[in-house]
């Protein structure tokens, strides 16, 4: 048998390189599908389709409710599956496809809400205001802080229209738009500032700028991004369980197992460049512009088109390890279990309840995927990439250092530090290990939105983003650490549990962690929906702000940095709250390094007796 890990005893199976490989090819490409649903979905839902706030926020929630309810029972169905494969190894085969469909379904939706582009400001004819101030035409808006005057240079609120009373079109068949002029109400001084008249315009414009549905359309629009989510939950489940269940059946030594836990974290990291996806999308916009699309449309096709693109690449990396592994330890439950049977398990094993409770109050990390994406593409590049990356057609240097500076803390730490985790573990105890990352852990995500303060609102100085790397780098290297050290020691309860009951439940205990993971991510919805309904960083006030960006808005100072502020504040205050948290129900933890090693041993003698006396009787 090929050994691949640190074992030098051959009797003891493990894994190759090959499949190592293989299987950590499979991991990279599940990952990236994950993050694009997990960073990617949140963003193009609420700012490129512009669904409300709070029906993001109860669909996230309640769909990440249900999967956390749904894991188990799939980890039940693992379990119980035999197969001339094993019973992890026909779900990687056979799913990876069906995971590929589900991912593109939620893009393939409509637009909550859509531009109304029939009006354009005319500053050359302001003077004509006279003419219609004391007419009914004149129409008044309040616009941060400011009230306005409306007027149609024509005379008209209606359309144009031609000889046979069909709406007026140019050359290039759109409809001739309505020029309107605009002043301020209390001095009745025309706007001169083209930028500010048209983002007040945008405001004006059917309840600022863009038209909402209503009645049946609303409905079914927000019903297809609740249904085809929760679909793309529940078949990525069906992979998910067996993808990570599998390592515990790849080899029979606990330092293999640890190390293709630490490797298979860190290159679950790896996939984070699914992360990406919202940062490239808008890179696709100009090739639907050419089409004739306005920009809210060419974007939404932008997203589809990337989202079918990193799909398909990253199931066909998925299929790897369904290709790829082999399941070397073959121990047969002495009996299975119901879902309800498997429930109780899962609770009753001590050590593993206390990993669940811990990682169910660190539900807000999870904030840092649902709000992350979001922060970079309007903190630091004002929603428009091009724009703020290239000035005059040079690439802007400095800030594409500073971006760098950034994500080498942040990648850094969430995949270079985990990789000593496994060196760590053989001088320290887990669950001390565990307990340090929980509670230091905290420091530095406090410090974040503590920086952000301090800095009035601007960390993007020099120094400012130096502070913010290191910040980044000791968060992400906590919670990367506790990533690791949560999947090797849900691995030793699936080893207490087999050798207490003689059942060995890889599935439903490694459910368990995307119990967590799902679960985690519901609640953390549910805090970032609140937050952004308190500030009103929600469907028409997204698509506002987008228009006020594209006409020279600055997001840090939007709205009197309120959204920024908000964004900051989530991906800070609540995680640290939670890391602290995370620390009590392990302060006591049930399984000690020496009691894994004692069990572990005497379940690997058990097994190689039993093949010895199978042997003997063939």
């Given at each position: 048998?090929?050994?691949?890990?640190?074992?030098?005893n051959?009797?003891?199976?493990?894994?190759?390189?090959?499949?190592?490989?293989?299987?950590?090819?499979?991991?990279a490409?599940q990952?990236?599908?994950?993050?694009?649903?997990?960073?990617?979905?949140?963003?193009?839902f609420?700012?490129?389709?512009?669904?409300p706030?709070?029906?993001?926020?109860?669909?996230?929630?309640l769909?990440?409710?249900?999967?956390?309810?749904?894991?188990?029972?799939?980890?039940?169905?693992?379990?119980?599956?035999?197969?001339?494969?094993?019973?992890c190894k026909?779900?990687?085969?056979?799913?990876?496809v069906v995971?590929?469909?589900?991912?593109?379904?939620?893009?393939?939706?409509?637009?909550y809400?859509?531009?109304n582009?029939?009006?354009?400001?005319?500053?050359?004819?302001?003077?004509?205001?006279?003419?219609?101030?004391?007419?009914?035409?004149?129409?008044?808006?309040?616009?941060?802080?400011?009230?306005?005057?409306?007027v149609?240079?024509?005379?008209?609120?209606?359309?144009?229209?031609?000889?046979?009373?069909?709406?007026?079109?140019?050359?290039?068949?759109n409809?001739?738009?309505?020029?309107?002029?605009?002043?301020?109400?209390d001095?009745?001084?025309?706007?001169?500032?083209?930028?500010?008249?048209?983002?007040?315009?945008?405001?004006?414009?059917?309840?600022?700028?863009?038209?909402?549905?209503?009645?049946?359309?609303?409905v079914?629009?927000?019903?297809w991004?609740?249904?085809?989510?929760?679909?793309?939950?529940?078949?990525?489940?069906?992979?998910?369980?067996?993808?990570?269940?599998?390592?515990?059946?790849?080899?029979?030594?606990?330092?293999?197992?640890?190390?293709?836990?630490?490797?298979?974290?860190?290159?679950?990291?790896?996939?984070?460049?699914?992360?990406?996806?919202?940062?490239?999308a808008?890179?696709?916009?100009?090739?639907?512009?050419?089409?004739?699309?306005?920009?809210?449309?060419?974007?939404?096709?932008?997203?589809i088109?990337?989202?079918?693109?990193?799909?398909?690449?990253?199931s066909?990396?998925?299929?790897?390890?369904?290709?790829?592994?082999?399941?070397?330890v073959?121990a047969?439950?002495?009996?299975?279990?119901?879902?309800?049977?498997?429930?109780?398990?899962?609770f009753?094993?001590k050590?593993?309840?206390?990993?669940?409770?811990?990682?169910?109050?660190?539900?807000?990390?999870?904030?840092?995927?649902?709000?992350?994406m979001?922060?970079?593409?309007?903190?630091?590049f004002?929603?428009?990439?091009?724009a703020?990356?290239?000035?005059?057609?040079?690439?802007?240097?400095?800030?594409?250092?500073?971006?760098?500076?950034?994500?080498?803390?942040?990648?850094?730490?969430?995949?270079?530090?985990?990789?000593?985790?496994?060196?760590?573990?053989?001088?320290?105890?887990?669950?001390?290990?565990?307990?340090?990352?929980?509670?230091?852990?905290?420091?530095?995500?406090?410090?974040?939105f503590?920086?952000?303060?301090?800095?009035?609102?601007?960390?993007?100085?020099?120094?400012?983003?130096?502070v913010?790397?290191?910040?980044?780098?000791?968060?992400?290297?906590?919670?990367?650490?506790?990533?690791v050290?949560?999947?090797?020691?849900?691995a030793?309860?699936?080893?207490?549990?087999?050798?207490?009951?003689?059942?060995?439940?890889?599935?439903?205990?490694f459910?368990?962690?995307?119990?967590i993971?799902?679960?985690?991510?519901?609640?953390?919805?549910?805090?970032?929906?609140?937050?952004?309904?308190?500030?009103?960083?929600?469907?028409?006030?997204?698509?506002?702000?987008?228009?006020?960006?594209?006409?020279?808005?600055?997001f840090k100072?939007?709205?009197?940095?309120?959204?920024?502020?908000?964004m900051?504040?989530l991906?800070?205050?609540?995680?640290?709250?939670?890391?602290i948290?995370?620390?009590?129900?392990?302060?006591k933890?049930?399984?000690?390094?020496?009691?894994?090693?004692?069990?572990?041993?005497?379940?690997?003698?058990?097994?190689?007796?039993?093949?010895?006396?199978?042997?003997?009787?063939?």
């Amino acid at each position: 048998m090929g050994n691949a890990g640190s074992n030098p005893n051959p009797n003891v199976k493990t894994y190759t390189k090959k499949e190592l490989a293989g299987y950590l090819t499979g991991l990279a490409g599940q990952n990236i599908i994950y993050n694009i649903i997990a960073t990617g979905l949140a963003f193009y839902f609420q700012s490129v389709i512009f669904l409300p706030a709070i029906a993001c926020s109860l669909i996230f929630a309640l769909a990440r409710v249900w999967d956390a309810i749904n894991d188990p029972m799939m980890g039940t169905i693992v379990d119980k599956t035999h197969t001339k494969w094993g019973k992890c190894k026909p779900y990687l085969l056979f799913v990876p496809v069906v995971i590929m469909v589900t991912t593109i379904l939620p893009f393939l939706n409509g637009m909550y809400a859509e531009p109304n582009d029939l009006h354009e400001v005319t500053l050359q004819e302001q003077n004509a205001y006279v003419a219609f101030a004391e007419s009914d035409l004149t129409k008044e808006l309040e616009y941060d802080g400011v009230k306005y005057l409306f007027v149609p240079a024509g005379g008209t609120w209606e359309l144009q229209k031609d000889a046979e009373g069909k709406t007026l079109m140019d050359a290039d068949g759109n409809i001739v738009k309505t020029k309107v002029m605009v002043y301020t109400a209390d001095d009745k001084q025309p706007v001169t500032d083209t930028a500010l008249a048209e983002t007040v315009l945008q405001e004006f414009q059917s309840e600022l700028g863009f038209v909402k549905k209503t009645g049946t359309k609303a409905v079914l629009i927000i019903a297809w991004a609740a249904i085809s989510y929760i679909l793309w939950g529940m078949t990525y489940t069906i992979g998910d369980i067996p993808l990570w269940g599998v390592t515990s059946l790849m080899t029979e030594d606990q330092n293999d197992r640890a190390k293709v836990l630490t490797l298979a974290r860190a290159v679950a990291n790896v996939g984070m460049i699914g992360t990406l996806f919202t940062m490239i999308a808008p890179a696709f916009q100009g090739m639907f512009k050419a089409r004739g699309m306005d920009e809210a449309h060419s974007l939404r096709m932008a997203y589809i088109a990337l989202a079918v693109v990193m799909t398909v690449f990253a199931s066909l990396l998925f299929q790897v390890a369904g290709l790829s592994v082999k399941e070397k330890v073959e121990a047969k439950n002495e009996k299975t279990y119901s879902i309800k049977e498997n429930f109780k398990i899962m609770f009753g094993n001590k050590p593993f309840r206390q990993i669940l409770i811990s990682g169910i109050l660190r539900s807000p990390i999870q904030l840092l995927a649902i709000v992350a994406m979001t922060l970079v593409m309007y903190y630091f590049f004002n929603n428009n990439i091009g724009a703020t990356l290239f000035i005059d057609g040079a690439l802007n240097i400095q800030l594409v250092l500073k971006i760098l500076i950034l994500v080498v803390g942040l990648f850094g730490g969430m995949i270079g530090f985990p990789l000593i985790v496994p060196k760590l573990v053989l001088k320290f105890e887990k669950k001390k290990l565990y307990n340090f990352f929980s509670l230091v852990g905290a420091i530095p995500f406090a410090c974040i939105f503590l920086f952000f303060k301090l800095s009035k609102g601007n960390v993007l100085t020099w120094v400012g983003m130096i502070v913010m790397a290191v910040l980044f780098f000791m968060a992400a290297a906590s919670m990367g650490s506790l990533n690791v050290l949560q999947s090797v020691m849900i691995a030793d309860c699936v080893d207490y549990e087999e050798y207490y009951s003689g059942n060995r439940p890889d599935g439903v205990f490694f459910s368990g962690q995307s119990f967590i993971t799902k679960l985690s991510a519901g609640i953390a919805s549910l805090i970032s929906g609140a937050v952004y309904a308190i500030v009103q960083f929600s469907d028409k006030n997204v698509a506002l702000l987008n228009n006020a960006l594209i006409n020279g808005a600055d997001f840090k100072t939007y709205n009197g940095g309120k959204f920024a502020a908000a964004m900051f504040f989530l991906i800070s205050i609540p995680p640290a709250i939670g890391m602290i948290l995370a620390a009590i129900p392990t302060l006591k933890y049930a399984l000690p390094n020496n009691e894994h090693k004692r069990i572990l041993d005497a379940l690997v003698a058990k097994r190689h007796a039993k093949e010895a006396l199978e042997d003997e009787v063939q």
